[in-house]
């Protein structure tokens, strides 16, 4: 006798995420935010650019976090307002050209995840309510 719940469960796509797939993608991530650091840290100033280049990992970081959701166009739009927003933080708030140590910077990137997620969730459970059904995480 087949359980009827069967056919209705998901699989995580986190499960399936080995150590060395997390290792992999971290160093993507670190070498696709290097070249927008160097750029604008030699053209506009340090602090910005070590801005960006965190704005931008952690863009990358969530983006890969919500891929199952990448077939629907609200998510890219979302993704668009949230890089606009980035966008405008970096530019019109004044950031620090001093060094400062990574754990310093880990509560803003923490804070900064924490948004996006949110915000990610928020138009998610929007379309969710307005679509009227759930999304597959396959």
Known sequence: MEDENTNDVSQDPLEDVSADTVKIWAVISFLLTLPAMAILSHYIDPGRGRAAGIAL????????????????????????????VHVALI????????????????????????????????????????????????
């Open 91 to 138: 530019v019109f708030v004044p950031w620090s050209n001093r060094s400062l140590p990574a754990p310093l910077l880990w509560p803003i990137g923490i804070v900064d995840f924490v948004a996006i997620w949110g915000f990610i969730k928020l138009i998610e459970k929007l379309m969710l309510k307005r679509m009227g059904k759930g999304f597959s995480k396959s």
């Open 57 to 84: 990992g952690f863009m990358i970081f969530s983006v890969t976090a919500f891929w199952y959701l990448r077939r629907h166009v609200w998510f890219w739009m979302s993704i668009a307002i949230l890089i606009i």
